[in-house]
Structures are given as structure tokens and as C-alpha cells.
């Protein structure tokens, strides 16, 4: 059964903005950090922004303020709002379980962001 479901990727032209959402399954949700990554095919997934349970985030050093990760674990939603986009932003973006303990959900189909003029 599918336990993440993402949305919100489209085209986009550079310096624009999109908001991606996350729809996660399971009671054990609001007790783990969770993450937006990202993948260019050809290359390994990368971590793009985490926030934990309690709402700290953290971000990778490439997204230098562009971008806001935030949560509600009432609805079991995250997002990542992606303001500025680059053409080197383009990428298929996936969320997911960030813990430090190793929970993990199975992977979802992902959402396609392209930046392009």
C-alpha cells in the first residue's frame, strides 16, 4: 500500500516559486523527523531539507535560504515551499522519513520540479 504520496511539482521558470506537499500514512508520523529529497537522473538521491517532530528544521547548504520546510502532524502533511528556483533545483523531489534512529517508509513516485525558461 502506498504510504507517501507527493504533489505539487510542475514547470516553472527561474525565480519563480512552487509549493510541494506530502501525504504520509501511520500513527508513527508525528514522532519522526521527516525530510524533502531530491534526485537528477545519473545521480544518488540527496537530502534537501529535514524537520523534526517538534518542527526544527534543517537544511542542506546548497538551498541557502531559498527554500522552508514545515509540518502538520495533525493532518500528516509536509512541505517544502521552494521560492527562487534555479535550473539546477530540476529534479524528481521525494519525502521521507529523516530520523536518526532509521525509520524509513518505502519510497513514493516523487513530484517532477523543472525550472526552465
Known amino acids: 500500500q502506498v504510504q507517501l504520496v507527493e504533489s505539487g511539482g510542475g514547470l516553472v521558470q527561474p525565480g519563480g516559486s512552487l509549493r510541494l506537499s506530502c501525504a504520509a500514512s501511520?500513527?508513527?508520523?508525528?514522532?519522526?523527523?521527516m525530510g524533502w529529497y531530491r534526485q537528477v537522473p545519473g545521480s544518488q538521491r540527496e537530502l534537501v531539507a529535514r524537520?523534526?517532530?517538534?518542527?526544527?528544521?534543517n537544511y542542506a547548504g546548497f538551498v541557502k535560504g531559498r527554500f522552508t520546510i514545515s509540518r502538520d502532524n495533525a493532518r500528516r502533511m509536509v512541505y517544502l515551499q521552494m521560492n527562487s528556483l534555479q535550473p539546477e533545483d530540476t529534479a524528481v523531489y521525494y519525502c521521507n522519513a529523516a530520523s536518526s534512529g532509521g525509520y524509513f517508509y518505502s519510497w513514493g513516485q516523487g513530484t517532477q520540479v523543472t525550472v526552465s525558461s
Open positions: 524537520i523534526s517532530s517538534g518542527g526544527l528544521a
Open positions: 501511520g500513527s508513527i508520523f508525528s514522532t519522526i523527523a
